[in-house]
């Protein structure tokens, strides 16, 4: 079964660092994700990215976050200066064009030392 | 608005005893929902959705989840539980306006005792 393939599965950094956090959607997928889960909390949304641009972005998603498909195969999140608060879980999805079949990764698990 | 409730934070069941997890959600639109699973160290693994077709929807591993409009649910069941099964389970509601995202809720830690 086509898989999203997130990396690293942990990364650690110290603050004000910058990171980037790679994924791998699934080939046909046409609309990419960025979620995070902070520790005991709720998953919430970051972005979404379609048609190589960003199509929705939450107000967690400020000027210290970026993404890019750089190559057509490949979909980062660049995050320019990491804060304490940034640690968390993040998972990357894409979905197909009838947006009904979301696929998760495994996460990466950043934690901002 | 969107939101969801899962209405326990925790559930501990038997081995061989039913399971139910309890989601209750709101929408402005019709929305299609979803049921997730996430494994110690894992992702997050579809188990079943609901996208206006028919209203009780089959997922792997034996789950199942109905659609009841009149009382905004879609409670997770699974007839025997198995030691497999504990895992964090989280229900999700996608809207069709326009917006890209699912809404997340709190999630339901299953632990399933030997």
């Known amino acids: 079964e086509p898989e999203v393939t997130q990396t690293p599965s942990h990364q650690v950094t110290q603050m004000g660092q910058e990171v980037i956090l790679r994924c791998v959607p699934i080939?046909?997928?046409?609309?990419f994700y960025w979620y995070r889960q902070i520790l005991g909390q709720k998953v919430e949304f970051l972005v979404s990215f379609y048609n190589n641009e960003i199509s929705e972005k939450s107000e967690i998603f400020d000027d210290q976050f970026s993404v890019e498909r750089p190559d057509g195969s490949n979909f980062t999140l660049k995050i320019r200066s990491t804060k304490l608060e940034d640690s968390a879980m993040y998972f990357c999805?894409?979905?197909?064009?009838?947006?009904?079949?979301?696929?998760f990764g495994s996460g990466t698990r950043l934690t901002v030392v | 608005a969107q939101s969801v409730t899962q209405l326990d934070s925790h559930v501990s069941v038997s081995e061989g005893t039913p399971v139910l997890l309890r989601c209750n959600y709101s929408s402005s639109y019709s929305p299609s929902l979803f049921w997730y699973v996430q494994h110690p160290n894992k992702g997050l693994q579809l188990l079943l959705k609901?996208?206006?077709?028919?209203?009780l929807v089959k997922g792997i591993n034996g789950f199942e989840a109905e659609f009841k409009k009149s009382e905004t649910s879609f409670h997770l069941t699974k007839p025997s539980a198995h030691m497999s099964d504990a895992a964090e389970y989280f229900c999700v509601v996608s809207v069709w306006t326009g917006a890209n995202n699912l809404f997340f809720g709190t999630g339901t830690r299953l632990t399933v005792i030997p």
């Open positions: 999805a894409s979905s197909d064009r009838a947006r009904m079949g979301y696929t």
């Open positions: 080939s046909n997928h046409l609309y």
């Open positions: 609901y996208t206006s077709a028919a209203t």
